[in-house]
């Protein structure tokens, strides 16, 4: 008996760090996890606001009521005793596999600015090849594609698409594409 308390003794200390260090990797997760949710519900609030699409508000509405949900559980995750550790450790682990919100928040985003951003830079990079047809065409003609390509210069060069971003870069870059997309409009 005096072995196996002897034993727990010399334990003890390694067993005290290691918690510390499973708190010290939590915490930081947690932080990690609410930032993450705080940029997706940000992102998809935004996009929500200017949407028309049935299907897509839909989607973001699912997302937001899941972000909503898993706000509160991160919010809430206790790092205390043994048990509030292996519950705080499930939760965790059940958010990292939920990366549906980020790709969700990515669909939409191709479908509201990289395509329409996509299809303005391919037609703003034919600038060239109308050039060769002017010969062809007449003064009216000439006058409408020189004010169509200007109106399109400003797309160019190329962005990468906003959807493939990593989600800390993605709300700048939202703002960024739509603006190009907006001068279009102006």
Do not use: W
Not at 41 to 55: F, G, K
């Amino acid at each position: 008996m005096a072995a196996v308390a002897k034993e727990h003794a010399r334990l003890q200390p390694s067993h005290r760090r290691l918690e510390a260090a499973v708190r010290g990797v939590f915490a930081a997760a947690i932080s990690d996890r609410k930032i993450r949710l705080a940029a997706v519900r940000t992102l998809a609030l935004r996009l929500l606001n200017d949407l028309q699409d049935e299907l897509l508000v839909d989607r973001l509405g699912t997302v937001l009521t899941s972000v909503h949900a898993r706000s509160g559980q991160v919010g809430s995750a206790q790092l205390g005793s043994a048990a509030e550790l292996d519950a705080t450790g499930h939760m965790l682990a059940e958010i990292a596999r939920l990366t549906a919100f980020e790709r969700h928040i990515g669909y939409v985003i191709t479908i509201v600015v990289d395509q329409p951003s996509l299809a303005a830079e391919a037609a703003a990079g034919l600038g060239e090849e109308l050039d060769q047809l002017r010969p062809y065409l007449d003064e009216q003609l000439i006058g409408g594609l020189a004010a169509a390509r200007a109106a399109l210069q400003p797309l160019l060069p190329a962005q990468r698409p906003v959807a493939s971003r990593p989600l800390a870069e993605m709300d700048m870059a939202l703002s960024e594409g739509r603006e190009r997309l907006e001068s279009l409009n102006s």
